[in-house]
């Protein structure tokens, strides 16, 4: 709608003379490069000449947008074709534009107009959305008839913002959209469109396995530098965030307790945290690629002693989430100099305040070693994980302990998703109601032939007798079981919205046997525990008579006829 709020009431009105009956009626464009069945069908009265009218495809040109909605340049002239004098609407009401290439018989009654030159690859500017523009009275500057022959065809929308500031014509007869794009938008990669007449986007799925847990999140503590040279950490530093891992974007380390938000101005100007240095690092614990560079040194502070004091019971803590994910275990390489802290409690919090010691206390070497702990399955699922790692035992205020290399981790996990994919649809075909629908790959794979009527795509729900078998994939939406339509639906509406696909099918497979849908099931089993037995006899002999909830058969009663279905599954249910 944008293309038409701008073009106004003036630009949008039809010539006065009788093309205002003439429509782009199809439109099959080429996805593979080398498609010879590219065409477009004209519609209107049968002798009618189109001299004065002229075929405009609109797609992307080269360079960088003036706009910043999409990074690719749109509104670029890619084809232009003039109609003459002798190009006529066919006896039976059609004209075909089309490659010389073509091989899909075309009903004799349509005119034929070949493009040429021809070219090899494709002519409708495939593979992006383009629009289909007839008009009259045009007086752009790409004038020869084909592909436009420079790398650029004339730019109508020069600030690549989705409305045409250029519109040189007297009127648009017609006009449609070859869509790729889902959304009211193109994204970076693809191009505005000028019409709200749309055909598309094709829509089709795949499958896609992801992984996630695995590696959450890693810190080498290595980027320390500061302005004024040397190396630590400047105020404001924490909390710090992850360098990589699932969720780097989102896990944090922060500090907490005793002196460790301390800070001062360094001889080189930096304000900087007191008492965290960092002092050279390992690659113990280290991903691949990571140098030893710096760590996360935390000292004891002024007034450490023996007994306690400065940076005792202060603490490192890292926060991420296990939503989804099993399994978190938390390593680190870490050392103490003989004055450092001699003792690191581990404890966890799922809520952010109150927090839980787990295991004995941590000690550690003088030289970098390995530490970690394995939390099993006691965080799986926490949104809010916090875990710290609180140090006691400094008996120095320059006494230290290096973490480098932290790495969290979680079991990981396989899933495999749906993908929905867009592309331009191959075959757009015009309906009664001026709509526009995607045909199949063929024009003429029982759907039409190019220069005739157009075949009536028809339109099903659930238990439509033509809607297709629910056990295979067809192009229509919907299936002609009701029942397994509806629930495979209720689902997935895409099975029914766009079309039955193999994921459709693999959903309708639960349908089979199922006693919602009327399966064989094991309908006798009332209590649902896998067998007809006297259990479910006594269930329904209490519910005996008119209006019973027992009512196999559905007829109103449980009587004789549920009691025979009962006996006849008596045993363990198949399956």
């Known amino acids: 709608m944008r293309f038409f709020a701008t073009m106004g009431m003036a630009a949008l009105s039809l010539t006065a003379f009788s093309t205002a009956a003439i429509v782009i009626n199809e439109v099959r464009t080429d996805m593979s490069g080398s498609d010879t069945d590219e065409y477009i069908e004209l519609k209107g009265m049968p002798g009618e000449s189109l001299a004065g009218l002229t075929l405009l495809i609109i797609g992307d040109g080269t360079g960088t947008a003036s706009g910043t909605t999409p990074a690719t340049k749109s509104g670029a002239v890619e084809f232009v074709w003039q109609f003459g004098k002798a190009d006529v609407i066919g006896s039976n009401g059609f004209l075909v534009l089309r490659k010389a290439t073509m091989v899909t018989p075309i009903d004799p009654g349509a ?44 730019d109508l929308d020069t600030d690549d913002d989705g409305t045409l500031d250029v519109t040189p014509w007297a009127a648009i007869v017609d006009s449609m959209v070859v869509k790729q794009s889902p959304g009211s938008a193109p994204d970076a990669s693809n191009v505005w469109w000028y019409s709200a007449n749309v055909c598309g986007p094709f829509i089709s799925r795949s499958t896609q396995t992801t992984t996630t847990g695995g590696l959450l999140a890693f810190w080498g503590f290595n980027d320390n530098a500061l302005p004024g040279g040397g190396n630590g950490y400047l105020a404001g530093r924490f909390p710090l965030s992850a360098e990589s891992g699932d969720q780097a974007a989102t896990a944090v380390v922060d500090i907490g307790g005793g002196l460790l938000q301390d800070t001062i101005t360094n001889s080189a100007g930096d304000t900087v945290y007191q008492w965290l240095q960092s002092f050279g690092g390992t690659t113990t614990n280290a991903l691949a690629g990571v140098a030893s560079g710096g760590s996360l040194a935390i000292q004891g502070g002024t007034g450490a002693t023996a007994s306690g004091g400065g940076n005792n019971g202060s603490h490192v803590e890292f926060r991420l989430s296990m939503a989804g994910l099993s399994g978190l275990e938390v390593t680190w390489a870490a050392q103490r100099t003989s004055t450092g802290f001699n003792s690191t409690q581990v404890s966890y919090s799922t809520d952010g305040t109150t927090f839980t010691d787990f295991g004995d206390p941590i000690t550690y070497a003088t030289g ?10 006691l965080l799986d699922d926490a949104a809010d994980v916090r875990i710290r790692l609180t140090m006691t035992g400094a008996t120095a205020s320059t006494g230290n302990n290096r973490l480098d290399n932290v790495q969290v981790l979680s079991s990981p996990t396989e899933e495999t998703v749906i993908v929905t994919n867009y592309g331009s649809p191959f075959h757009c075909i015009r309906n009664a109601d001026g709509t526009w629908s995607q045909g199949g790959a063929a024009p003429a794979a029982g759907l039409d032939t190019p220069g005739a009527e157009n075949a009536v795509i028809p339109t099903y729900v659930c238990g439509d007798e033509g809607a297709g078998d629910c056990n295979a994939p067809h192009a229509n939406g919907g299936c002609a079981d009701e029942c397994c339509c509806e629930e495979v639906c209720s689902a997935d509406p895409f099975c029914c919205d766009v079309a039955w696909d193999s994921f459709c099918v693999t959903a309708a497979a639960d349908c089979s046997g199922s006693t919602d849908c009327g399966g064989s099931g094991c309908v006798a089993d009332l209590n649902g525990d896998g067998s007809v037995d006297g259990i479910d006899l006594g269930v329904m002999l209490g519910n005996w008579g008119p209006g019973g909830e027992t009512d196999l058969n559905q007829d109103g009663s449980v009587d004789g006829v549920d009691l025979g279905i009962l006996l006849g599954g008596w045993g363990a249910c198949a399956g």
């Open 111 to 154: 005119t034929q107009v070949t493009i040429l030159p021809d070219v090899a690859t494709g002519v409708f500017e495939n593979g992006q959305n383009s629009t289909v523009l007839l008009v009259s009275g045009f007086s752009g500057t790409n004038t020869t008839n084909g592909v436009v022959p420079t790398a650029d065809g004339q």
């Open 368 to 377: 970098f070693s390995l530490r970690g702990v394995d939390f099993g399955t």
